[in-house]
């Protein structure tokens, strides 16, 4: 896992509202080498869905990309014109939704809807389309029968299966899934993220899952970016910033969730307060207002993306200390409105 | 078998409806004021002939027994005698029936087929100049009055231009083989153009603008959003997805206004002279014509009735959530 199959750089989206403007992604940078999940997680509303939709360049019509880059091979996403983003859509970078129910037309049979992007995006013949999509079938383990249902006759977890045909239909280089497994019960999330996971490492495709659950992250990712109100907060190997975090906010969220196994490891304990208003950000650390380290530079001095391990950075003044925080964090009443430091 | 336990609960209902309109007219027209055959019976008649025509009638009996006798007319089909034409109501209403279902099947499929396209593209050029010219031009529409479109309409096209006749359905004293003929005559299409344009400029808002916003709600949709990640054609998306999906309400909508426009076309129907049931209800009811009223009204309210099945079946066809259930 050396080669970087998308490197985006100081990203920046912003919605438009009313007189207003909302950073929602606030100078992203993060990594996607070949062949590996990288996992994009962090509370609702920090911008992960915008990033996704970023990527694909298809955005809500209030929404602009101010600035940065996306590197997809050696070509800037963010520059290229809309025909030749087009091209790429779908024959190289893929997108599984988070409900599969909303995003499959009710009206058409699902193999009808893989027919589409296979004869009108592939230029599959008539013939080749129906044997494509048998095998994508066979792939996610549906009944090739059931090609000639309609999307509500599937249910929540095949309908999950569908989508993730769909989005390997083409052949794609990059896969991203903003939620595939939100909707459903923990059994089925971790049938389809084990499946994922198996056609990922068998197609070698790269594939980009946006979650809010850290436990998803942990059972599936081998890389993880942690974001923060429109910022990245920490990124490396899912190991290192799962074992050893170096951001606060990390370790709160570790602390947020039970693993997918399903035993919890130790009391849950939920990070106080909620992000910050993103017209109105807070200036220097984002966190700072519910970060129970912060000093006094924080809410002045925007800490920077540095170095804190091999492939590993963190945004956060107090990186250095990391040991001795992740101490405290794992004391409860660390998290419980007391401020420490 | 889901399917067919709805279609007979359907049909039972519909029964039912039809039942109470058929129960409601009787009421209504014996329960009025005033003596039902004033109107027929001639002042100098004497008692017992004015006894005997009560009798013809069957209006000397009591009423559940009139009630009885009616329903078991109507089951045979038997409408009574008009009044006024001292003919079958029947014979009457075939007669006008077909002009009066061209008329409004004519204008409406062309008010449909342009407001389901005009308002397709509205909602895709969105918040355009296009938009901001439209919108205002397509109320005005709606707030025109029908006589006074359609008096502007004869007064251009056909007394100004002459390229329209005036009224009725054919040329003075032209005869032909068969209804057939008259209806695939090219005079025929003449006379029925002004009359369905003046319609059809009346209705094409409805559709026009329950396109435009059911398109504008469609657009928002998740999977819209993925036909453009997918990246369709723009046509594709906006046709095939966006277009497709909006386009069921809209088409039971076309089953519905079949029954508004058949109450509606008597003010048109009275402007073009076109031998219709609507005009022909009006002048049932100013000369107290009632068994022709009663059986104009009947025929209306059956296709209403009939329209509104159909608009489920409609539903049902284009909709596979519903016919895949
Ligand atoms: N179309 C829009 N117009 C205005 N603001 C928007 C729009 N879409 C998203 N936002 C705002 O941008 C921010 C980021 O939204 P985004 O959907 O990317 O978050 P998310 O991380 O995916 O959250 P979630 O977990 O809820 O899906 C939020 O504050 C949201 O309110
Ligand atoms: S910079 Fe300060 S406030 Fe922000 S996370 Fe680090 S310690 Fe907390
Ligand atoms: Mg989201």
């Known amino acids: ?341 | 078998m889901p399917h067919l336990k709805a279609a007979i609960s359907r049909t039972l209902q519909l029964a039912l409806v039809l039942w109470a309109v058929v129960t409601i007219l009787f009421l209504m027209f014996r329960l009025m004021p005033g003596n039902p055959m004033a109107a027929y019976i001639d002042p100098t008649f004497t008692l017992e002939q004015q006894q005997a025509l009560m009798a013809q009638f069957g209006l000397d009996k009591p009423l559940w027994e009139q009630y009885f006798i009616y329903i078991g007319n109507l089951l045979q089909g038997e409408l009574g005698q008009s009044f006024r034409y001292r003919e079958p109501v029947a014979t009457r209403i075939w007669a006008l029936l077909p002009n009066t279902l061209i008329l409004t099947f004519s204008s409406l499929i062309l008010a449909y087929t342009f407001g389901i396209l005009a308002g397709a593209y509205l909602a895709w050029k969105r918040g355009g100049v296009v938009e901001n010219a439209a919108i205002p031009l397509v109320l005005t529409t709606r707030a025109m009055p029908e006589f006074w479109l359609g008096m502007v309409l004869l007064a251009i096209f056909s007394f100004n231009l002459g390229w329209f006749p005036a009224g009725g359905t054919r040329p003075a004293g032209a005869s032909y083989d068969s209804l057939w003929a008259l209806y695939t005559s090219r005079e025929f299409l003449s006379y029925l153009a002004l009359p369905a344009l003046t319609l059809a400029i009346y209705s094409q808002g409805l559709p026009l603008l329950l396109m435009r916003s059911n398109m504008l709600d469609v657009m928002k949709e998740d999977f819209v959003t993925m036909a453009r990640i997918k990246g369709l054609s723009n046509w594709t998306v906006v046709v095939r997805h966006a277009a497709r999906n909006a386009l069921l309400p809209v088409m039971t909508s076309f089953a519905i206004a079949v029954g508004y426009q058949l109450q509606g076309n008597v003010v048109v129907e009275s402007v073009f002279s076109w031998p219709g049931l609507g005009r022909e209800l009006v002048n049932a009811v100013s000369a107290s014509d009632y068994p022709l009223a009663q059986g104009a009204f009947l025929m209306i309210a059956v296709v209403v009735i009939l329209m509104n099945l159909i608009a489920d079946l409609l539903y049902a066809l284009l909709d596979p959530r519903i016919s895949h259930a």
């Open chain 1, 1 to 341: 896992m050396t080669e970087t199959l998308l490197s985006v750089r100081d990203l920046r989206v912003s919605y438009k509202v009313g007189a207003s403007r909302i950073d929602a992604v606030d100078g992203a940078s993060f990594d996607v080498p070949r062949g590996t999940i990288v996992g994009l997680v962090g509370e609702s509303g920090c911008g992960k869905t915008t990033i996704a939709k970023a990527l694909t360049r298809v955005i809500a019509d209030n929404a602009s990309i101010t600035g940065g880059q996306m590197m997809f091979e050696g070509r800037d996403l963010v520059s290229l014109s809309e025909r030749q983003m087009n091209a790429l859509r779908w024959r190289e970078i893929a997108f599984i939704p988070q409900s599969a129910m909303n995003s499959l037309d009710p009206v058409y049979t699902v193999e009808s809807q893989l027919n589409e992007v296979l004869r009108r995006r592939g230029g599959l013949g008539r013939r080749e389309a129906r044997k494509r999509c048998e095998e994508l079938f066979e792939l996610v383990g549906i009944d090739k029968g059931r090609l000639s249902d309609y999307p509500h006759q599937f249910s929540g977890g095949m309908r999950q299966r569908v989508a993730i045909a769909l989005a390997l239909a083409l052949n794609p280089k990059l896969v991203i899934a903003d939620e595939p497994v939100t909707a459903l019960d923990v059994i089925v999330q971790r049938q389809i993220l084990d499946q994922l996971r198996e056609l990922q490492a068998a197609l070698g495709i790269s594939v980009i899952i946006v979650t809010h659950d850290i436990s998803v992250v942990a059972y599936i990712c081998d890389r993880t970016v942690v974001m923060y109100a429109g910022k990245v907060a920490e990124a490396g190997s899912m190991q290192a910033t799962l074992t050893e975090p170096s951001h606060p906010y990390t370790m709160g969220l570790r602390n947020a969730f039970p693993d997918l196994q399903g035993a919890a490891s130790g009391t849950l304990t939920p990070i106080e307060g909620a992000p910050p208003n993103l017209a109105f950000p807070p200036p220097g650390c984002r966190f700072a207002p519910r970060c129970p380290f912060v000093l006094e530079t924080c809410r002045q001095v925007n800490p920077p993306l540095e170095t804190v391990g091999p492939n590993h950075v963190a945004a956060c003044h107090r990186a250095g200390e990391a040991v001795e925080l992740r101490t405290q964090a794992a004391r409860v009443d660390t998290w419980s409105g007391k401020v420490l430091a």
